[in-house]
Structure formats: C-alpha cells, structure tokens
C-alpha cells in the first residue's frame, strides 16, 4: 500500500538533506518531485498541484528552528498537509438511530458484497451490533448466494427473496423484518450498477427514497485510481452518499484514489479494505494514513489490530504461566493463531516505525508460520503441553510426521527456549530493571 508514493516522496525529501536553510530553489525543486510523486501515483492533477502549492507557501513562511533540519520541516508540513487531504479527521459511521439502515452502493466488481460481510462483522465485534443482511442484488445470479455465506461465516442472517424482482418492496422487507426480530442495523447490498445505466441509477434512487438510510457508503474499487475518483463524483450527485469505502487497498501501491476522493467529492472515506479475510477492515484515519505514507508507521493501528484478537481473560492467564515458566506449544499456537488474524504480515511490519523502509524489497509470505503450525500438529498433546520432554528420538518423528527437515525442528525448539527465557525476565520487575540499566552501555 503506497509502496511507490512512499519510496518517490523519501526520494524528493533527500533534495534538502543537508541543506542549512530553506530557499525558494531547493523548496521548488523538492516540491517539483513531491508533485511528479503524487501525479505517478494517479492523484488528481488539480489535487496534486493545490497540494504542493499549499506546503511551497506554507514552507517559504516557516523559519527553520536551529533544532530542525529544512527536511524534518518539510516532513511535518506534508504530513498535516497529507491528513487534510485525506479528510482532516477520522469520520465515524452514524449508528444511534435503532435500527440504523445502512445502504451500500458502488459500480460492479467493487468487492461490495464482501464489504457488506465485512461492515456487519466490524460492528457485531467491535461495536457491539445486531446487524441483518439484507441481499438486494436482484441482477447477479450468485449475489444472494454469496452473501449467505459470508452471513453465516460471520454469524450474522441475511434476508433475502429469491422470487421478488422489487429491490424496493426487498429493502422494506428486510427492515421490517430487522424491526420485528430486535436487530439495531440494517446493512443493505444493492446490485452493482455503471453510472451511464439510468434505469439502474434511477433503481437505486427509489431505494434511497423508500428506505430513508442513516448512511449511505459508496464502495469503490481504490486499484481503478481516478476513475474511482471521477464514478464517486458521479455518484455522489445522484446519491448524495455520507462516505466512501476504498477496496483492495493493499493490492495498490499508487494510491491515488485515497488522496484524490476527499477533495474531488468532499465526503470522508469512511472504512479502507486491507485483504480479503472478514477481519481485514480497517477505520480510515487521516492521521494515521499520512504517517505511513511517509513512511513512519502506525502503531496506534497496530496496538488496536492487536487488542481486537487478543482476549484479556486469555492474556492474564498466559501472564501467570509465563511468569510460573509454563508457557508451551499449545500458547505458543495460539498467539500464531491470532496474529495471523490481524491482517497481512508486510502490512503489519510496515506499521512498525522504520520498519517499512527496510521491509519495502522483502517479500513477506503470508504461509510463513505454516511450517510451524505443521510441526507443532505434529507433536503430542503430552508433548505440547511438556517441550522439554522432546528429545532427539522424538524431533525426528516430528520432522517426519511434520514432513520438515530435521533442521526446521531443531530451530524451532531453539527459537522457543529462547523466547521462553525472554519471556521470564520481562516478568521479573527486577530483572527488567535490570535489563533496563544496561541498555545505554550496551
């Protein structure tokens, strides 16, 4: 995500690498690359012109603090002027109304029936929701289909009439029926439509018109860059919609539609999809989105991702193994288990400051822990629950019943003892302490 913008904006900053003071030449030059940058990652030419010209002026009336470098300036001044861009602040979804319908519209192929899955995951998790599903999509043969199944992955029902060809006498039904059963959100799939089909856009206007929504997300696949950018002006003049929701974000490295859409239709991207788990939905945060860009992470997001999988009964428990030394195979499994649900790993080191930079030439496989997971299934539940019991005799039964090599064990057992060790000195307060006082001579 932004892997190319991030790289060309670092690039443009190591014209004032070095320099004593800010000057018209060196901040043209800079802003020339900062402008060439943003245009390759498909923003909007006005955007990215209106962009470079607001932090020029905002730079040349800047005096430079003896203890800032003219780059560390210009970083933050991009960085505020990056989260304006995308929305200033984060845009919260209207939810007290009860229940709260929610219509989601966007053009064929956006990924909005996954979104649909996503959004009533997010809020059943995260905010507490008795969502329904309502499959509105009267066109496409599997789009009921799909939904059900995303409905009954997540745990939430879905509504839908296979004999009505009446988008609108669907959405009343599905309401109704949302009234009837005590469920507080609505979340309303419609048919994927082009903005030049005036009987489905007029379609989806009488379903507007007949639902009253709370919200209204347009959907919008962030890989067709400023075409998304140009069918949300569209849309948003028939609909009028409250946000934006971009796809397939992680699959762009350009860009360009999250930084062009705010300015182009002035409504707030709302939610960004990182991946194609259910869990892989992500609050759009301005802020936090600009300190990526330029290549400082997000560790606010990495904390959250973090807190959303890990239970506290679960953490306090494994606390008081690791502090009695009794961390084994089956924790160990499981903490894979929910880091693995926390997204993308590329995507979750690039939160990490610095990190990014030198994961940017890395491949990161997605099945890395898969060798793992295979040798600790391969393990007893005795050996599981006891690893200081696995002997030699027993490595080699793993590797074969694992079908690794030898070696992958060995290492395996090895990282484990060692993190073990860790584990019981960040426990012990003195030992930390401890640890802590070495650390300048070290």
């Known amino acids: 995500m932004f892997e190319n913008l991030s790289d060309k904006l670092d690039r443009a900053f190591k014209v004032l690498k070095g320099q004593g003071t800010i000057t018209e030449i060196n901040v043209a030059e800079t802003m020339k690359e900062i402008r060439k940058a ?3 990652a498909d923003v909007n030419y006005k955007t990215a012109k209106a962009f470079t010209d607001d932090v020029r002026q905002k730079a040349l009336g800047n005096n430079v603090l003896t203890a800032i470098s003219p780059g560390q300036l210009l970083t933050k001044l991009m960085n505020d002027e990056l989260t304006e861009l995308m929305g200033g602040t984060t845009a919260e979804l209207e939810l007290k109304a009860s229940p709260t319908i929610i219509l989601i519209a966007g053009l064929n192929g956006a990924g909005k029936t996954t979104f649909t899955g996503k959004l009533a995951n997010y809020l059943k998790t995260t905010k507490n929701k008795k969502p329904l599903l309502v499959a509105d999509d009267i066109y496409r043969p599997a789009a009921i289909d799909q939904l059900e199944v995303l409905g009954q992955q997540i745990g939430v029902p879905v509504y839908a009439n296979r004999d009505s060809k009446d988008p609108v006498a669907i959405a009343r039904e599905g309401i109704a029926l949302a009234r009837q059963n005590g469920h507080n959100v609505v979340i309303i799939d419609t048919a994927g439509r082009l903005a030049i089909d005036e009987a489905m856009m007029v ?45 397939k974000l992680d699959g762009d490295t350009r860009g360009g539609a999250a930084l062009s859409i705010k300015s182009v239709v002035n409504k707030p991207i709302k939610f960004i999809g990182t991946g194609e788990k259910m869990e892989a939905l992500d609050v759009f945060h301005p802020d936090r989105m600009a300190s990526r860009i330029l290549g400082m992470g997000d560790v606010v997001s990495l904390v959250e991702r973090a807190q959303q999988q890990f239970d506290e009964k679960e953490a306090a428990e ?44 890395v491949e990161v496989d997605d099945n890395a822990f898969k060798a793992i997971e295979a040798i600790i299934q391969s393990m007893t539940p005795f050996e599981k629950a006891n690893p200081e019991t696995i002997n030699q005799s027993r490595r080699n039964r793993i590797s074969k019943g694992s079908g690794t090599d030898l070696a992958e064990v060995n290492r395996l057992m090895k990282q484990f003892d060692d993190m073990k060790k860790v584990m019981k000195q960040m426990s012990n307060p003195a030992a930390m302490a401890s640890m802590m006082r070495r650390m300048p001579k070290m």
Request: hydrophobic share 40%; proline share 2%; aromatic share 8%.
């Open 203 to 247: 379609e989806i206007e009488q379903v507007k018109n007949a639902v009253q929504p709370h919200e209204i997300l347009f959907v919008v696949d962030s890989m067709t860059g400023q075409d998304a950018v140009n069918t949300a002006k569209v849309f948003n003049d028939r609909l009028d919609f409250t946000g934006v929701v971009l796809t």
């Open 318 to 361: 494994l606390q008081k193994k690791i502090r009695k030394n009794k961390f084994d195979f089956n924790d160990f499994y499981s903490q894979i288990q929910q880091i693995k649900k926390m997204g993308n790993m590329k995507d979750l080191m690039g939160m990490i400051p610095g990190v990014g930079k030198m994961m940017k030439d």
């Open 38 to 40: 943003l245009l390759d």
